[in-house]
């Protein structure tokens, strides 16, 4: 690769970090193809026979032409998520194809699964550190799911199969986002807002001014239609914004557009098609016993029954939840019966009552800045870090980067995108930009991460910028992604391929993300991280008390719908059958009349835009949000644990502990043997049950 080449194609410098202000769409292709070409001369270098096969002379060289593709190819999918233009979606759907082709064919290569064999039965495989031979293990792991022991013509159609999943999971995630973004709802007379938040109020007419239009414009962005489920009186303003949500990408959803209806319903049954295939030609009879290998739940049996325990343990108090709710709506609100539309709205309305406060009220204390400055405190407290900001090339002017120091040495690099936009992937991720390694030369990779929110941006108020107030549930989030960005910048294994977040089972990935989650609770924190928006006063401990009373407020109902989520997850990838002739909604609606408290319409579409099963990776898997949530929970009472002690919350020996037993050693060993190693026992699930208020 000369210098002009990557001079002029920004996608191929690897020197430093991407530049994001040089890339275009049009350097997508050459980028990907001079990569695709490179990687697949060393591959086939690495193919011939070989007397001794070692780490130095197969496994670096594959990793090294391998990660170049993977990082570019990341630019590109990071791009198409957060940035989206019909050029760039362009470029990525017609070189996705080939990138799945090429992991693809990695995956089937009988030559380098042989090779990965011949290091597994090396008699220096002893001498390996246990990082080397976790990648082994993988590796090894991962060819037998990819199809490499598969016979010729197998091979070739478990590679269509792949490649088609990649071609419908994309498509999924564009109806989902054409169906966001397509949808606008004018309202006229704000008197039709009444109950709404001042600052909702204002963003929905600056959207509408930058619309050129007048009154007020609401999106099915959450910051945009969510206030309007919570607070809006008008009853008939909630069910059009929740029929339009919940109708989304479906075929009952609105178009606006007559050039396309974004409709999923062939999409999630192509999807399934295309799994169960896939599970049969590697032998296993569904696709969720091919979801688990790689994870720490033994089979599905044993996660359905963990759900369903769950959900025995929670129905009470989901029941109890919800005929409070009832009896409330009916008497004090006149709302009967309770409707889908109604429920976030009356319980907003419950919370006030009976804990005196109101979500607004609470939000008025979370400004942005004061709220990240306050994770940062923290963050820096718990592990010894520093944390400051550092200039990048950005895709937004909304982006921000920083740099995580130790010692005053570099550790790892972040972007923080907290706002909501058009173009913009809804929800909250992170994603990693670039893996901590140990390079040949001796020089040290470190890495960065992606963190991405969806946040309401800062409004101009009489020409002057507001910040963006958070609700409590929004620093929630933040710390969840800053968890999930933790685990991949703290890691201290110099092997790529099992470094930060990397190599970790897919069900336990959640843990550090959901313990940070706890913090958002606690006094010597949130002392920290408030300022009220017009006083500057800090979250009175009155207020506090009050939030802390209501903490677990509707935890029964809550726990059955992820329940229920994760149910009819791990219900399609396992016992149905694509080929048959019930439908999934019917599925889905047997698992509803057995758990859920309260049914949804039969319009309900939830589905069509559940994109963690469809398109995020989580098939057969959103069970491990309450499944890490148990380890979590586990995890963060040797916190309070500290406290019972006489320390305090914010325990820096036991944050160090956390450190070197979670967080350091990423994807090195499994994640059950690092839990164990920071409590000194398996996990149970007593504490989710204590911290959800569940307990008996």
């Not at 009832?326 to 609100?333: G, S, T, Y």
């Amino acid at each position: 690769m000369n210098t002009q080449t990557i001079i002029s194609n920004p996608l191929l410098d690897f020197s430093a970090l991407p530049r994001f202000d040089d890339i275009n769409p049009e350097h997508v292709q050459p980028a990907i193809d001079e990569l695709i070409a490179g990687a697949s001369a060393v591959v086939t270098e690495l193919e011939a026979p070989r007397a001794d096969v070692t780490w130095e002379n197969f496994v670096i060289p594959l990793e090294d032409a391998t990660e170049k593709l993977g990082r570019a190819w990341g630019v590109v999918n990071h791009l198409n998520n957060v940035v989206d233009t019909p050029e760039l979606r362009a470029a990525y759907n017609e070189n996705q194809p080939k990138v799945t082709e090429f992991w693809t064919a990695l995956a089937q290569n009988e030559a380098l699964f042989a090779k990965y064999k011949a290091l597994k039965a090396n008699p220096d495989y002893v001498n390996l550190s246990p990082a080397r031979k976790k990648i082994i293990e993988n590796a090894l792991r991962d060819f037998r799911l990819g199809g490499a022991e598969l016979p010729e013509e197998k091979k070739a159609r478990f590679a269509d199969i792949q490649e088609q999943h990649a071609a419908v999971s994309t498509r999924f995630s564009e109806n989902v986002l054409d169906a966001t973004n397509d949808y606008k709802l004018i309202v006229d007379d704000e008197a039709e807002l009444a109950g709404l938040p001042d600052d909702v109020r204002q963003a929905a007419r600056a959207a509408a001014e930058k619309d050129g239009k007048a009154g007020f414009q609401f999106t099915l962005h959450f910051p945009s239609y969510f206030p309007i489920l919570q607070f809006a009186d008008k009853r008939s303003l909630r069910e059009t914004i929740y029929r339009a949500s919940a109708t989304k990408a479906s075929e009952l959803g609105v178009v606006f557009s007559e050039l396309e209806k974004w409709d999923n319903t062939s999409n999630i049954a192509t999807l399934l098609k295309l799994r169960d295939e896939e599970a049969k030609l590697l032998d296993y009879r569904n696709f969720a016993e091919v979801s688990l290998v790689p994870k720490m739940a033994q089979s599905p049996e044993h996660v359905i029954e963990f759900l369903e325990d769950l959900a025995r343990r929670a129905r009470p108090f989901a029941e109890k939840d919800l005929a409070e709710l009832r009896a409330f709506a009916k008497d004090e609100l006149g709302i009967e019966p309770l409707e889908a539309w109604d429920l976030t709205y009356a319980s907003e309305k419950l919370r006030e009552q009976r804990y005196a406060f109101s979500a607004q009220e609470v939000k008025e204390y979370f400004p942005e800045p004061k709220v990240v400055n306050g994770l940062f405190k923290l963050v820096q407290s718990l592990f010894n870090v520093s944390i400051a900001l550092d200039a990048a090339p950005v895709w937004h002017p909304d982006v921000r980067f920083y740099r995580i120091e130790r010692d005053g040495k570099l550790v790892g690099q972040f972007y923080l995108d907290l706002y909501a936009r058009s173009g913009k992937g809804g929800g909250a991720w992170m994603d990693d930009a670039r893996g901590r390694r140990l390079e040949t030369g001796g020089m040290l990779q470190t890495p960065v991460a992606y963190l991405t929110c969806n946040f309401t941006p800062p409004a101009a108020i009489d020409g002057v910028l507001q910040p963006s107030l958070f609700t409590h549930d929004e620093v929630t989030t933040l710390f969840h992604e800053f968890g999930h960005g933790l685990h991949h910048m703290l890691t201290q294994v110099d092997e790529i391929s099992v470094s930060g977040i990397s190599g970790v089972e897919w069900d336990a990935v959640e843990l550090p993300s959901q313990f940070m989650e706890n913090f958002c609770w606690e006094w010597d924190v949130l002392q920290h991280m408030t300022a009220h928006v017009k006083t500057g006063e800090a979250l009175p401990r009155p207020l506090y008390d009050k939030m802390l009373a209501a903490k677990n407020f509707q935890s029964g109902m809550q726990t059955l719908r992820q329940v229920e989520f994760s149910l009819v997850d791990m219900h399609l990838h396992y016992d149905y059958d694509p080929a048959s002739a019930r439908s999934i909604q019917e599925l889905i609606n047997e698992v509803r009349e057995k758990f859920s408290v309260m049914l949804p319409p039969s319009f309900n579409r939830f589905q069509h835009s559940f994109g963690h099963i469809f398109a995020g990776g989580y098939a057969a898997g959103y069970y491990s949000y309450k499944w890490a949530e148990v380890l979590s929970a586990d995890a963060y009472a040797a916190f309070e644990e500290a406290v019972e002690a006489g320390g305090g919350a914010l325990s820096e020996q036991t944050g160090n502990r956390f450190q070197q037993e979670i967080l350091a050693v990423g994807g090195s060993r499994s994640a059950l043997e690092s839990f164990q190693a920071f409590r000194g026992r398996e996990p149970s699930i007593d504490a989710l049950l204590r911290h959800s208020g569940m307990s008996s």
